[in-house]
C-alpha cells in the first residue's frame, strides 16, 4: 500500500491568513486529491490534480483554493484567505496509477481550526 | 451527482458477533465501491472493494456486497474483535481516476 504524509498534522490559524498543507508521497505517483470533513460531516472532495494540471473540482474548491506540485514531490493545498467555515480534517489521497487505477490511498490528514 | 447514504450511524456489537453496515447509491454509471476504516486520528485506511463486475468478495473476516440493480452494498464483519471498533465509510465512484463519493459513515463500537 502505498505511503502518504501530510504536514502539518495540525494548523491553527487567524482569519483571513493564508495556510498551505502539505503532502508528500513516499513513492511517485500521478494522480493526487484533496478531501476535506468538517466535523462530524461527510468526508468531500475538493480537488484531483494529474500530470501537473488539475483534473477536476468541486464547487467548494473556489477561487481562495489553489493547489500545485513546486518541487515534483510535495503536493501542496493553499487557502489564500481563511473562513471559520474551513476549519476541517484536510485530506491528501493518491492512486497507484497502476492497474486497476480506481484505488485511493489516504493520507493522516491535517486539522485546520481556524479561528 | 451520486448521492451515497449510509446506515446506521452508529452500531454496537458484542465481541464475537457480526455487524453489518449498508450503503445505496445513485448513480448508476458508479462501479467502484471501496470501504474505509477510520481510527480516531488517523487518516481513511482502504479495507476492501469491490467493482461492480462482481456481486462479492471476501477477505478473511470481511466481506462485501453488492447488488446493482438495486443500487446498494454492504460491508459484513464476523467474529468482531474489539480492535474492529472504528469509524467505517463506503464510498462509490463512476470511473477510473475519479472521485469518491462518500457516505456519512458509521462508528462501530465492539464490546468486550
Known amino acids: 500500500e502505498p505511503e502518504v504524509t501530510q504536514t502539518p498534522s495540525h494548523q491553527v490559524t487567524q482569519m483571513g491568513q493564508e495556510v498551505i498543507l502539505r503532502c508528500v508521497p513516499i513513492s511517485n505517483h500521478l494522480y493526487f486529491y484533496w478531501y476535506r470533513q468538517i466535523l462530524g460531516q461527510k468526508v468531500e472532495f475538493l480537488v484531483s490534480f494529474y500530470n501537473n494540471e488539475i483534473s477536476e473540482k468541486s464547487e467548494i474548491f473556489d477561487d481562495q483554493f489553489s493547489v500545485e506540485r513546486p518541487d515534483g514531490s510535495n503536493f501542496t493545498l493553499k487557502i489564500r484567505s481563511t473562513k471559520l467555515e474551513d476549519s476541517a480534517m484536510y485530506f491528501c489521497?493518491?492512486?497507484?496509477?497502476?492497474?486497476?487505477?480506481?484505488?485511493?490511498?489516504f493520507g493522516p490528514g491535517t486539522r485546520l481550526t481556524v479561528l | 451527482g451520486e448521492n451515497v447514504e449510509q446506515h446506521p450511524s452508529t452500531l454496537s456489537v458484542q465481541e464475537g458477533d457480526s455487524a453489518v453496515i449498508k450503503c445505496t447509491y445513485s448513480?448508476?454509471?458508479?462501479?467502484?465501491f471501496p470501504w474505509y476504516k477510520q481510527e480516531l486520528g488517523k487518516g481513511p485506511q482502504l479495507i476492501i472493494d469491490i467493482r461492480s463486475n462482481v456481486g462479492e468478495k471476501k477477505d478473511q473476516r470481511i466481506a462485501v456486497t453488492l447488488n446493482k440493480t438495486a443500487k446498494h452494498f454492504s460491508l459484513h464483519i464476523t467474529e468482531t474483535q474489539p480492535e474492529d471498533s472504528a469509524v467505517y465509510f463506503c464510498?462509490?465512484?463512476?470511473?477510473?481516476?475519479?472521485?469518491?463519493?462518500f457516505g456519512s459513515g458509521t462508528k462501530l463500537n465492539v464490546k468486550p
Open positions: 448513480d448508476s454509471a458508479s462501479n467502484y
Open positions: 489521497a493518491i492512486t497507484s496509477g497502476t492497474f486497476p487505477y480506481n484505488e485511493q490511498f
Open positions: 464510498a462509490a465512484s463512476p470511473y477510473n481516476f475519479n472521485k469518491f463519493y
